[in-house]
């Protein structure tokens, strides 16, 4: 067992060894993108969200809706990740992968930017259903 991971924790590094020395490391430049989507739509549930959801009083349920909102992302980000680290090996031009590379990160940037503002109407209309 002990053996089996070994060698797959060194196939992994030569894999990464390879795709480094083809020039682009797509798989740390998607990393840093879920990085920093991430922390960009934490600070939108902080400071836009959280705005709308407050109560009045000494209430925690907001902030545990934040860190639950905060909780739903985390998997989408996962999976760009582990789709990123296997992409660099699947043969295709610089080119390929530049394109579907952008068509990723407008996606995780859509969903860090737009997932707060659908928050905002779903509370919104929940408040005037209620």
């Not at 993108?33 to 400071?47: E, G, K, P, S, V």
């Not at 959280?50 to 998997?75: D, H, K, N, Q, W």
């Not at 699947?90 to 860090?112: C, H, P, T, V, Y």
Request: include cysteine; charge should be positive; proline fraction near 2%.
């Amino acid at each position: 067992m002990v053996a089996a991971a070994s060698r797959k924790s060194v196939s992994e590094h030569r894999a990464r060894q390879d795709v480094q020395q083809g020039g682009i490391r797509w798989d740390k430049k998607m990393s840093n993108n879920c990085a920093a989507a991430l922390l960009f739509y934490t600070m939108m549930q902080i400071f836009f969200v959280l705005g709308f959801i407050e109560t009045r009083g000494m209430s925690i349920a907001p902030y545990f809706g934040l860190v639950l909102l905060v909780a739903v992302i985390i998997p989408f980000c996962r999976n760009f990740e582990k789709r990123w680290r296997t992409m660099g090996n699947s043969g295709l031009s610089e080119q390929s992968l530049a394109a579907k590379f952008r068509a990723d990160q407008i996606l995780l940037w859509a969903l860090a930017v737009g997932l707060p503002f659908v928050f905002v109407g779903v509370i919104k209309i929940l408040a005037t259903i209620l």
